[in-house]
């Protein structure tokens, strides 16, 4: 089976312009995690998903983020008018079931760079 | 809050030598403890997690690391490196008591095996 999967791989844009960074979880699993990891941290929680809704965002920075899955598989990350302090690798994570115990697999992030 | 510190960004060390990478964590709940590891160009996977029970748990690959609450760490250990074990090594913690499972990351520590 596949693992997660996160498109594109890498995406560079102007400052203020709109992006959509793409997560497709592991097939089956009902939980969906958006991480943030900038330059020389560890990942930060940015955004948890429990079926269709989202469950806790309340690790969005502001409200130039936003988060669907309305299908409750596939994941969009939207930011709008970026700022070059947005620049970082974003991590999406899935887990069978939600709960602190249970292990999350990581896709490979997308690198964004906003020039 | 829940925090989590490495203290060491980058640990360089021979092949063979024994290694530890220190993990400390604060939180006023109980929590699960777990260890991440990047290996160069890869995303993270799970290497090994404390969840309940002996504080001691193993990885497949010779890793250990040992749940301590007094002290609040849990760091992670190998008697003997290889030069494959080369990679970023992530200490997350995530609540007990409901939360849904956002992990907490400390910053991360470079491991660097030399022959």
Request: proline content about 5%; glycine content about 10%; charged content about 15%.
């Amino acid at each position: 089976g596949a693992g997660v999967s996160q498109t594109p791989s890498n995406k560079v844009t102007e400052k203020g312009k709109y992006v959509e960074l793409r997560c497709d979880p592991i097939s089956g699993h009902t939980a969906l995690y958006w991480y943030r990891q900038s330059l020389g941290q560890g990942p930060e929680f940015l955004i948890y998903f429990q079926g269709t809704g989202a469950a806790d965002d309340s690790g969005l920075p502001n409200d130039r983020f936003f988060a669907v899955r309305p299908e409750g598989s596939v994941s969009t990350l939207k930011i709008q008018r970026t700022e070059r302090g947005d620049s970082a690798v974003y991590l999406c994570a899935s887990s069978l079931i939600w709960g602190p115990y249970n292990e999350q697999f990581f896709g490979p992030g997308t690198r964004l760079t906003v020039l | 809050a829940q925090s989590v510190t490495q203290l060491d960004s980058q640990v360089p060390v021979f092949e063979e030598a024994p290694v530890e990478l220190r993990c400390n964590y604060s939180s006023s709940v109980s929590v699960y403890l777990f260890w991440y590891v990047q290996y160069p160009n890869q995303g993270l996977q799970l290497l090994l997690k404390y969840l309940s029970g002996s504080t001691l748990v193993e990885s497949i690959n010779g890793f250990e690391a040992e749940f301590n609450k007094s002290q609040t760490s849990f760091h992670l250990r190998k008697p003997s490196v290889h030069i494959s074990d080369t990679a970023e090594y992530f200490c997350a913690v995530t609540e007990g008591g409901g939360s849904q499972g956002n992990l907490i990351f400390g910053k991360g520590t470079k491991l660097s095996v030399k022959p």
